[in-house]
C-alpha cells in the first residue's frame, strides 16, 4: 500500500476506534454507576425482565474487558467481531424507535456507529496505529 493512503488510512481507522471506545465506555460505565438504568434498558429493549444489579456489574466487567482490548487493538478478529455484533444487535434492536423517528432522533446515532464498526472489523489488518503488534494479535 503506497505511504500516501496508509498514513491517512492507519489515522482514520484511530479515529474511529477512539469513537467508537468512548460510547461503548459510557454505556460500560452506566452498568456500574446506574445499574437501574441497565436494567430498563435490558427490559425494554431485549425483554430481560430479571437483571439486576450484581448481574449488571458481571456483564459491565466483562464488556470492560472486551472494550479495554478492542481498544488497545488486541485480537481484532474476535474484538471488533464482537463490539460489531453488540452495537448491531442494540441497534437493532431498537427499531421501534425509528418507526417513531421524530420522536427519538438519537437513536439514528447508532447507525454510522454501527457502520464505524462495520468498517473497522473489514479493514481491522490496516488498523495498526496505536494498537497492539499483529504478533501477539495471532496468538
Known amino acids: 500500500m503506497p505511504d500516501t493512503l496508509s498514513k491517512p488510512l492507519s489515522r482514520s481507522l484511530l479515529m474511529l476506534r477512539l469513537g467508537v471506545f468512548v460510547v461503548m465506555f459510557m ?20 425483554g430481560v425482565d430479571w437483571l439486576n444489579q450484581h448481574l449488571s456489574a458481571v456483564i459491565g ?24 455484533i453488540i452495537h448491531a444487535a442494540s441497534t437493532f434492536m431498537s427499531y421501534k424507535q425509528y418507526m417513531a423517528a421524530f420522536d427519538n432522533l438519537l ?4 447507525w454510522p456507529m454501527l457502520a464505524a ?20 494479535n495471532h496468538l
Open 27 to 46: 454505556w460500560t460505565l452506566d452498568k456500574f454507576v446506574n445499574p437501574e438504568h441497565t436494567g430498563k434498558i435490558f427490559s425494554a429493549f431485549y
Open 61 to 84: 466487567v466483562f464488556e470492560l474487558l472486551l472494550i479495554l482490548a478492542f481498544v488497545a487493538g488486541l485480537w481484532r478478529r474476535w474484538t471488533y467481531g464482537s463490539v460489531l
Open 107 to 110: 437513536f439514528f446515532a447508532a
Open 117 to 136: 464498526c462495520l468498517a473497522l472489523y473489514w479493514l481491522r489488518d490496516w488498523d495498526t496505529l496505536l494498537a497492539v503488534p499483529s504478533r501477539i
